[in-house]
């Protein structure tokens, strides 16, 4: 029964449905209900079918769209919590809106509990300071801020970060606050252990110039004894073999001593320590100082030393002398080394000229050896010599000329050669300097004048000697005996006082490193008002050993006059007080001349105590007896040296004048050697005529120099 009212009810529902499906397929396509509808009716039809269409093709293309989107979607959400730095916004009252992975990572903490979380709490007490004046900024100014803090993870533990943050709004127009968050903990132990280890490395520069400092004075006082002593002992009767012995000592420690000094001068450039000193100063005074010195070694050697100074080339400057003499000293030594015959040159001319400052050109031009072209460019590497066999003839250890370098370099200046094998070189180097101020001029020229002052005669001249080392007291002792000083002896600062209360003295040498009061302290001490000393401006000269720290500048800045190195060598010390008491009137005046277009040559002296003192070492006896045996000698050779004219022997006469050369080089008249060397030339080119045309001039030089003894007698032949 039942079915069969099913099957009544489906036969009649199948029916209505198939047509239905028969109305709608009708509906879809139009045409089959052609003639059915009526035309207007179909239209719209065929409209509305249109339109489906385009809006199935519009759906089909935002269901792309969607599906793009959420890609996108997918790949920002993939980066913006896998990005390397943290990343969250914050509201304008501080609080944590949203967070990526990594900031959550960062923090140790699960991202969900960092919303609506305080950022303060994130943050290092210590820090949040710094947290707050950049976040107060970035609203006020609406410019993007960083700051470097320390954060804390949920543990506590703090780390390092970079927070950079900017301004932006929210869909509702509220502001809110963008940071980026870096984690820099890395970088910052990096940079402390970088700290830690600069400072380690500037510890261990310093433990290491301190040690040089202290090895220099510790090698320098033992050595001080040794070539002090071995100079006194070569004063002693001694026979050939043994002064053989004792000057090779003499010689070998001060070949160590200028080493240790090129060392010591160098690690102090490579170690950045060297310190370049602007000080007034004459130009006049630092060429003399060094011409003079180097004029002997020039003379030794039968060569001319001359220097010229360009009239426009200004006196008084402001530069590191110390560093230009070195220089200059080191260039010149090389090429009296460097030079068998002929001269060696110094000039000094401007190069170019502004208001503020000159660029000066010195030039050092020799008649030597020369250097081969394809050498040039290693001349100045440190340790190099132009052969290996160098050494061995001419010593030397290759620094001077990387020290001087250095040294122009240092000042601002070029240095450069040109030169020709066999026919002389020329070194030169630039040095830009400034004139000094007007006033300047005057205090340097008052102080030039109080040095004249002190020019009295060594036999009554007191030397108050400040040194702790008994072997530096003897040295010193002898030394200043030798060159007739009245010595008095203090073993440190404070006794110096005391005695400078007591007793006036005319000068007093003064070491520097001393126990219970140093030298620099006891300086101080005198020259203050309330010193109670005898004489307030007593001169002092420091003597010191301790190059690393202390020049002659420094030690003049603290109170002292002058400064002389240790060991302390009898020509030093000769030549310090030389400066301080021997001045001649007629010397004074010749120093104090302008210098204009000066021709310095180191000019021969009529007699050059200097030299004759160096090879007597200051013994009074032997000078005198040298002297005497000179004098009478001479006019002896003279004779002999006519006669061989008169024979016209051009070998003969050559030999007398080369003894009369040798034995008055020997004596320090070197005047007389210096025409004698002329006529020996001249000779050597089989001249006679041209011998005999000289004799006069020997004759004259030979009478000027017996006149000088006269009135030289009180000081070496009394
Ligand atoms: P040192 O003279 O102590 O060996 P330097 O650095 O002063 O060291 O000189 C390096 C080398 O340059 C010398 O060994 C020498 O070969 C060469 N030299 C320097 N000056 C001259 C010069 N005026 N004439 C010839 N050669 C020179």
Avoid at 43 to 71: G, K, P, T
Avoid at 415 to 431: A, C, N, R
Avoid at 599 to 606: G, I, N
Wanted: aromatic content about 6%; proline content about 3%.
């Amino acid at each position: 029964m039942k079915s069969k009212y099913l099957q009544h009810i489906d036969s009649a529902e199948l029916r209505r449905q198939a047509e239905e499906i028969a109305w709608v397929k009708a509906l879809m396509s139009p045409e089959s209900l052609e003639g059915q509808l009526p035309e207007e009716t179909r239209q719209m039809l065929h409209e509305l079918r249109v339109h489906q269409i385009e809006l199935e093709m519009q759906n089909e293309e935002l269901r792309r769209s969607q599906l793009e989107v959420d890609a996108t979607r997918a790949r920002y959400f993939d980066l913006y919590d896998l990005a390397p730095v943290g990343y969250c916004t914050i509201s304008e009252n501080g609080l944590i809106l949203e967070a990526n992975l990594t900031a959550a990572t960062l923090l140790g903490v699960n991202r969900i509990s960092l919303v609506k979380q305080s950022v303060t709490r994130l943050i290092l007490k210590e820090d949040q300071d710094i947290y707050y004046r950049h976040l107060k900024q970035l609203f006020e100014t609406g410019k993007p801020q960083a700051c470097e803090l320390r954060m804390m993870k949920q543990d506590g533990t703090p780390f390092w970060t970079l927070l950079e943050a900017t301004v932006g709004k929210e869909v509702n127009g509220t502001s809110i606050c963008r940071v980026v968050m870096s984690d820099i903990n890395k970088l910052k132990t990096l940079e402390k252990n970088l700290i830690i280890e600069k400072e380690k490395a500037q510890e261990a520069t310093k433990v290491k110039g301190e040690f040089l400092a202290n090895m220099s004075h510790e090698i320098r006082t033992p050595m001080n004894g040794m070539i002090g002593m071995a100079g006194l002992l070569l004063d002693t009767e001694l026979d050939n073999e043994q002064r053989y012995y004792v000057e090779t000592m003499q010689e070998s420690g001060e070949v160590l001593h200028v080493l240790i000094n090129d060392i010591l001068d160098f690690s102090k450039i490579e170690a950045g320590k060297l310190e370049i000193k602007m000080l007034d100063f004459n130009l006049h005074n630092v060429l003399d100082n060094f011409t003079t010195t180097l004029s002997i070694r020039a003379h030794d050697k039968g060569l001319n030393l001359i220097c010229t100074v360009q009239p426009d080339v200004p006196d008084y400057i402001v530069g590191d002398p110390r560093r230009l003499q070195q220089v200059l000293t080191n260039l010149v030594g090389n090429a009296i080394k460097f030079t068998h015959q002929g001269e060696v040159a110094v000039n000094v001319t401007i190069e170019s000229e502004t208001d503020a400052s000159v660029v000066l050109r010195f030039s050092v031009q020799d008649t030597g050896i020369g250097i081969p072209e394809d050498k040039i460019d290693h001349l100045f590497d440190k340790f190099y010599q132009v052969d290996s066999s160098t050494t061995r003839q001419y010593g030397g250890t290759g620094l001077g000329l990387a020290i001087s370098k250095q040294l122009v370099e240092i000042m601002g200046g070029e240095i450069g050669v040109k030169s020709e094998e066999d026919k002389g070189s020329e070194f030169w180097f630039t040095l830009s300097v400034t004139r000094q101020q007007e006033h300047e001029i005057t205090k340097l020229q008052s102080s030039v004048n109080r040095h004249v002052t002190h020019g009295v005669s060594a036999n009554y001249v007191k030397i108050l000697l400040a040194e702790d080392s008994i072997i530096n007291q003897k040295v010193a002792q002898s030394m200043l005996k030798k060159l007739g000083f009245q010595v008095d002896i203090v073993s440190n600062g404070k006794e110096a006082i005391k005695a400078l209360k007591m007793n006036p003295c005319d000068l007093v040498l003064m070491d520097v490193q001393m126990p219970e009061m140093d030298g620099l302290e006891a300086t101080r001490l005198i020259r203050s008002p309330d010193s109670g000393v005898l004489d307030r401006s007593v001169p002092i000269i420091a003597m010191t050993a301790h190059v690393m720290t202390g020049d002659r500048e420094y030690f003049i800045e603290a109170g002292m006059d002058d400064y002389i190195s240790k060991p302390v060598s009898f020509e030093s010390l000769e030549e310090m007080l030389g400066k301080w008491f021997k001045m001649q009137p007629e010397e004074k005046t010749k120093d104090s001349s302008p210098a204009g277009d000066t021709l310095k040559t180191a000019e021969p002296l009529v007699l050059d105590r200097e030299i004759l003192f160096k090879n007597t070492m200051g013994d009074k006896d032997l000078s005198r007896e040298l002297i005497t045996l000179l004098l009478q000698e001479i006019p002896k050779m003279i004779e002999l040296l006519k006669e061989s004219i008169d024979k016209g022997e051009v070998s003969d006469a050559s030999f007398h004048v080369h003894k009369i050369k040798g034995s008055s080089a020997n004596t320090g008249c070197m005047a007389l050697s210096g025409v004698a060397a002329r006529m020996e030339e001249v000779g050597k080119m089989g001249k006679l005529d041209e011998i005999a045309v000289i004799i006069p001039e020997l004759e004259r030089q030979f009478e000027l120099l017996m006149s000088r003894l006269k009135d030289a007698k009180d000081y070496i032949l009394d």
